[in-house]
């Protein structure tokens, strides 16, 4: 079975990826804070949009369900990962900007098999993401995006009918700028710096109360506390949770 990719969705109407948040009345989805990831709180920046005294408990909660692992992989696993998926240069980078909303400047595909040593790192990201119940089990299957130095990912909502609980993603190649973004309240607004070799795990609030994007291009630059991050090319390597039976 595929997962849902963006080349699947180059003729779907944009609402087709742009899931609707759950209807959620604050505290509808309950917060992860019993389950401990320790990522560095320093790769979440959030704005000034969001007032201190506003939200707090969202504030809280934010905090525990987007987290960053900076160098989670090392560089002789990286470069053994991008061996591994060196084929992916056999694709041409998609820039067409009304192919799909969702994304531009990108090439993906999808891998369940990995050499032994990559294989490692899998597991890792497995013990670090998805080893919780409520995690669910992760798909088999890996998203692997590789995004052009000028591609990005604009807001939307994993559709929950392809993805369940958790959201984690390797970057490699460049570090990145990812927009969280409230869906119903866009004053709510924070930026997670995923480094190159960083993983993110993102779930609960973060992955279906907020958008998420990746900076990029004139509408939303890539920025870091307000000072410009250079994006190179990128690749993630993106695992989600099995959805659960009864998503629509
Ligand atoms: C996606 C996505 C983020 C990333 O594929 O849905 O949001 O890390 N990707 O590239
Ligand atoms: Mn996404």
Redesign the pocket.
Known sequence: MRLLT?SFLKNCKWKAWMQNPRKISSGTVRSTVEEKITGDPNLIYIHPSWKADEEQHLRTAIMTDMQVLPDFVTEAEETSLLAELENIKKYRFDMCEWCTQAIQGFRETERSTWSEENALVMSRVRGAAFSSARAGEALPHV?V?D?AAAGH?RP?V?ALRFCGEVIA?I?LLSTAV?RLEHAQRPQLRLDAL?PQRSL?IMRGVARYEFT?A?CGGAGAPSTWRGAPVPRRRRL?L?SRSRPPPTAC
């Open positions: 963006f998203h995006l995004l990912i939307h994993d993603g970057s990812m995923l993110y998420h990746v993630a993106i």
